[in-house]
């Protein structure tokens, strides 16, 4: 069943390296980014994994080609870095 939804434009900041990979997988899913965001967190809101296995195997190149090394357990200890001058 198709649902009604209310979407809204936010401007969100995310690390580099992560939405380089996030847009990489959108496109490799071909759907868009926010539908991509909106699936990762309506899977994680019920403790549902949201990648089959075939997409987990293209997030880990995505993430060597972008050099991304951050994982979960990253999440809640990272700090931005100072602008440049």
């Known amino acids: 069943m ?3 939804v209310e979407r809204v434009q936010t401007g ?3 690390e580099k390296r992560l939405l380089k990979v996030l847009k990489g997988t959108a496109e490799h899913l071909d759907i868009s980014l926010g539908d991509l965001l909106e ?3 309506l899977h994680c809101l019920e403790n549902k994994p949201p990648f089959s296995a075939d997409t ?3 997030i880990e190149q995505l993430k060597q080609v972008y050099d991304l090394d951050l994982d979960a357990a990253d999440s809640h200890n990272l700090r931005e ?3 440049d001058q």
Do not use: Y
């Open 2 to 4: 198709t649902k009604t």
């Open 12 to 14: 969100v900041r995310l």
């Open 39 to 41: 699936g990762i967190s």
């Open 56 to 58: 987990l195997k293209k």
């Open 81 to 83: 870095s100072a602008p």
